[in-house]
């Protein structure tokens, strides 16, 4: 793909309890010692502070306030043979963080004995936690992965803030949110700002920056085909709300952002998907940038999932598509929205960019004209997913698959104009008759496990199909 996977930097307190009795101890130093030097998997792929063996409580306290003091992020516990379960409580009353336990299946350690009296013990007092055993084979470090990733995401969202411009559009119900359980569940802000700051700031841009842009942009995609409702003044118009939209987003401090559009911008201005398609990149005429989640049609749920989905994956695009069809012979989904999907969707091995299979042509609807991008997302394995609620609970859809290219005829059945992705999943009709959203939400890979270790962390149901 034409964008670099970032490491996601968690944090990780990765605390050993022991036992309390001297003469067994000193019996099990060796098998302690020689199963600590198998972690480092762990310790080269992330930022740890570790603890020496915690025997009293008094240790457990002090190791605990120095993983504090250095902003630990996760807890890992490591019962390399047994160790008194009270220690394992005591860490989790004084580290409230997401909590792994890791033992080993080796016979002669007791491992599997610590882990259960210290996984009974945190069941008990309601402590969610997540187990892993044989840290050595390639699926249980995957696990293990998945939950450090899972915790640092959840770190990096607590305190963030989205920018919704506009409220809720075309009645999409699904689209809204409540605050209160935003901060509630993910310690996360929503800000709302007129739509009409867009406009203002769009056409007091420089000329001069607006002509780079624009000439930039026309000259990396496929091609452009005026027609009605799209001019080259309308082509300006997107350009410009892009970069109004940029520079709102930094000024104000917003983490991501979701736009109304329609109808005021799309009938009395201009269709912002160009802006979706940039914001969402990690390119344009300035080089290399962040993608920056920005959700259509301000869906306030949708642009969280997207964020979510950006954290895990260490900063890459995530798209917002419609469910539009299933093919029920073939088992193909077709998704289809017209704003919200990143050219690199579209990468090849010709152009790592995917911008020159982006073709802008006139837009479906909106009085205010504009051009829409015309593009399938390129053949590569995605994960899609999307927050729901179910009775005010929220519950997160996950769905494993594979996109394709599609004849033309495929193409036709829905919206040439819009950007569409073709997917190859086991989700059928069942998807339908349970999924809480017309919106998904689409990333590049297999993040699965990472997403369920989300869920788990936070409380949430989930379903997957894979």
């Known amino acids: 793909m034409g964008y670099q996977i970032l490491p996601m930097n968690t944090k990780v307190a990765l605390a050993t309890p022991g036992d309390s009795r001297d003469d067994f101890y000193a019996k099990r130093i060796g098998l302690m010692e020689a199963e600590s ?10 930022e740890v502070v570790e603890s020496r063996v915690l025997r009293t409580a008094e240790q457990t306290a002090a190791f605990a306030a120095e993983a504090t003091a250095w902003g630990a992020q996760a807890l890992v516990v490591h019962l390399p043979v047994w160790a008194d379960p009270i220690l394992t409580v005591k860490l989790s009353n004084h580290l409230p963080l997401p909590i792994l336990l890791l033992a080993n299946t080796l016979p002669q ?74 901060q509630r569940l ?38 452009v085909t005026y027609g009605e409702g799209f001019t080259p003044l309308k082509l300006e118009r997107q350009v ?43 390119l344009d005429a300035d080089g290399a940038k962040a993608a920056t989640v920005h959700a259509c049609e301000s869906d306030a749920d949708g642009a969280l999932t997207m964020q979510i989905l950006h954290l895990l994956t260490g900063g890459q695009p995530v798209g917002l598509l419609d469910v539009r069809w299933l093919n029920q012979s073939t088992g193909l989904w077709t998704l289809a929205n017209c704003g919200a999907t990143a050219a690199a969707f579209c990468a090849t091995p010709a152009d790592p960019t995917g911008l020159s299979a982006i073709h802008l042509v006139p837009h479906v609807f ?23 609620r179910r009775d005010g609970e929220y ?72």
């Open 186 to 223: 993910f310690g996360v802000d929503i800000e709302t700002v007129d739509q009409a700051e867009i406009i203002a700031r769009a056409e007091s841009l420089p000329p001069d920056e607006v002509e780079r842009h624009l000439r930039w942009f026309t000259g990396c995609v496929g091609g």
């Open 366 to 388: 909106g009085q205010g004209g504009g051009g829409a991008l015309s593009a399938v997302i390129a053949p590569q394995p995605v994960t899609l997913a999307r927050l729901c």
């Open 37 to 46: 030097a198998k972690l480092d998997w762990l310790r080269n792929g992330f």
């Open 240 to 282: 410009r709300s892009y970069l109004a939209t940029r520079k709102l987003v930094a000024e104000r401090g917003f983490d991501f952002v979701g736009v109304k559009c329609q109808p005021e911008l799309s009938d009395g201005y201009v269709s912002q998907c160009v802006a979706h398609t940039l914001m969402n990149g990690t």
């Open 395 to 466: 519950w997160m859809a996950i769905v494993s698959g594979c996109t394709e290219y599609a004849t033309r005829e495929d193409l036709a059945l829905t919206t040439p104009a819009f950007p569409q992705a073709f997917l190859r999943t086991t989700a059928g009709r069942d998807f339908i008759l349970e999924y809480g959203s017309n919106h998904l939400h689409l990333t590049s890979g297999e993040y699965v496990e990472e997403l369920v270790a989300f869920c788990r962390q936070a409380g949430i149901a989930y379903k997957v199909w894979r």
């Open 109 to 182: 350690t007791s491992s599997i004995v610590g882990l259960l009296g210290a996984g009974g013990a945190l069941d008990q007092i309601g402590c969610r936690h997540t187990r892993a055993l044989d840290y050595t084979t390639a699926e249980e470090q995957r696990q293990v992965l998945a939950f450090l990733a899972a915790a640092g995401a959840r770190a990096a969202l607590r305190g963030q803030t989205l920018g919704l411009f506009g409220g809720r559009s075309l009645g999409i119900f699904t689209a809204t949110a409540d605050p209160a359980q935003w």
